[in-house]
């Protein structure tokens, strides 16, 4: 196995776990109400968002370098695929869940320490943003899936 896989595969695993991994625990905190403990997880968990975003932009360099460098032509049919996927993970990440921690950010700094404001409860119950979570999940595995299968 070459090199250049492993470094692929290690990246978009740890992209993983800094993006979505990082998502699912906050929002199992925001979900408690707690205002300090949303501050803080908060304060922790945009900067390892956005180092999770960085890595994946790395693991794709990595996939791009694995695929040429094993023969696979850069616009194989489930290449194809797998671009568009990454394209609507990154689109949702950025435009949905990425807002969404800055509107609980400056929700949860806004509200009072001992109990959760409207705004804030608001910002947590956001529908879209609920919605959101679970189509980035099937997302990662519609993705795994055709990097592993190779469909075409």
Sequence with gaps: MSIWIVLHVVAMFVAF???????????????????R???????????MQTIGITIMLV??????????????????????EAYVLLALLVVIGVAVHRTWFARLAKAAAASGDDHASPELSAVVADRFVRIAGPVS??????????MVVKPS
Excluded: C, E, N, Q
């Excluded at 979505?20 to 205002?35: C, F, Q, R, Y």
């Excluded at 999940?137 to 055709?146: K, N, P, Q, S």
């Design 17 to 35: 776990a800094f993006t979505t991994g990082v998502g699912i625990h906050m929002t199992a905190i925001a979900d408690t109400l707690d205002v």
């Design 37 to 47: 403990a949303i501050r803080t997880a908060v304060r922790i968990a945009r900067p």
């Design 59 to 80: 693991g794709v360099v990595f996939g791009f370098v694995s695929a040429a460098s094993a023969g696979f032509s850069l616009t194989s049919k489930w290449l194809v």
């Design 137 to 146: 999940g099937l997302l990662w595995i519609a993705l795994i899936t055709v």
